[in-house]
């Protein structure tokens, strides 16, 4: 929930896609090289480099954009956001802060989320390739249903992103088949309808030969409103 | 989804609840202690810890229930669950197997999820207290909405258990209010109906004061036939 938001803020201090990290100052005497790591790395398994490869190879005419993705918020993203939408009194602390990390990215290189994200502006489409590791268990031998719920949120919040900054309202979940650990799958999700300041987005799980529907689901988003505070 | 069946299995080798850690055989000649992480821990605020008092004085008359929490399955869980629900094609290698994580334990302590539950079986009632760590940021200063759906998928799914294995077919999530990271909030699910296999269990999250609804969701649990394969 309102990752779209705190993406939207991030990406002012991001690099172009194919610049391989970012550097951002955590404090006046600190640099920090951020990672990029919406780029293939040792973990990822031959099927999801061969969809990383297509997928970029659609980029190449500007019609499909991969986005970077980074373990962490710039400071400037976090002062930015706790002054625009939380009130004085609840801003967490700049230091406690600075130890903070991105939910997806939090976990080991291979044993938790894998995946890269493609956006198509024309279709109004995110298309995430997802591999998840050993540590995303739910019962043994598939990925647990509050790790297949995260890359749903994430996937629809990047989608919705494009119409503004917005805020997860509703997240509806059609479990249909449990998808195996370590397998690669893939997330599509595309804005369905728009009413006011409501973002409708449809988003489903399927196999890569798309033959195995895993997960459907619809996401309801809202545009936040700079005056009206969270907290 | 499909936690509670897991979860279920996983009972069958855990110790009884006082029982700081449970002992299992991961390997003819392996030993592994298994720590149980639904007991306090240095990570712990005072909120949490008073919280879990409160509720272990409820466990004395026997009308609540604290649940063990374990980071690893048993292999015995493991094979159990490949035999009865996974066809035999498509069963993960035991020694990979071996270092697959509950996806909900897998974060280091104090920095992913904090978390005990308490069950009433008269009630039919799973209540969940939960301290969301630094590594479970969605936005700068929140909780993830991917992790918050973990925990409404593990407290239902420990709801839907008590009736039997069962898998999640539904989860329908309304967030309504950002959670601070690092605060503590309690997920309250109840089992309001059921319809032959099907098992409908409503859940929220409110702050301690009960002054604030964070998240309110309901959830679609199927009772699994033993005879029905999931791959």
Redesign the interface.
């Known amino acids: 929930?309102?990752?779209s938001?705190?993406t939207r803020?991030r990406t002012l201090g991001a690099p172009p896609a194919k610049q391989p990290g970012a550097v951002w100052r955590l404090f006046s005497s600190e640099k920090v090289i951020h990672k990029d790591y919406g780029l293939p790395n040792p973990s990822w398994s031959k099927d999801l480099r061969l969809l990383f490869d297509q997928f970029m190879k659609k980029c190449e005419d500007g019609s499909w954009k991969r986005l970077p993705s980074y373990r962490q918020?710039p400071v400037q993203?976090?002062k930015e956001?706790?002054t625009r939408f939380?009130d004085p009194g609840?801003?967490?602390k700049e230091e406690?802060?600075s130890?903070?990390?991105?939910?997806?990215r939090?976990?080991e290189e291979g044993?938790?989320f894998e995946y890269v994200m493609f956006y198509n502006k024309g279709e109004k489409r995110m298309v995430c390739l997802f591999q998840g590791g050993?540590?995303?268990?739910?019962?043994?031998?598939?990925?647990?249903?509050?790790?297949?719920?995260?890359?749903?949120?994430?996937t629809t919040?990047m989608c919705a992103l494009a119409e503004g900054v917005a805020?997860?309202?509703?997240?509806?979940?059609?479990?249909k088949?449990?998808i195996?650990?370590?397998s690669v799958v893939v997330v599509n999700s595309k804005l369905s309808k728009t009413e006011g300041r409501k973002l409708f987005i449809s988003c489903d799980i399927q196999s890569i030969d798309e033959k195995t529907l895993y997960t459907s689901a619809t996401a309801l988003f809202i545009k936040l409103d700079p005056d009206k505070r969270?907290?």
């Open positions: 929930m309102l990752r938001c705190a803020l918020n993203t976090f956001f706790q939380v609840s801003v967490t406690q802060m130890k903070a990390q991105q939910f997806s939090s976990l044993l938790g050993l540590h995303l268990q739910g019962v043994p031998g598939f990925v647990h249903g509050g790790a297949i719920a995260t890359m749903i949120d994430i919040g805020m997860t309202a509703n997240l509806n979940i059609d479990y088949k449990p195996p650990l370590c969270l907290t």
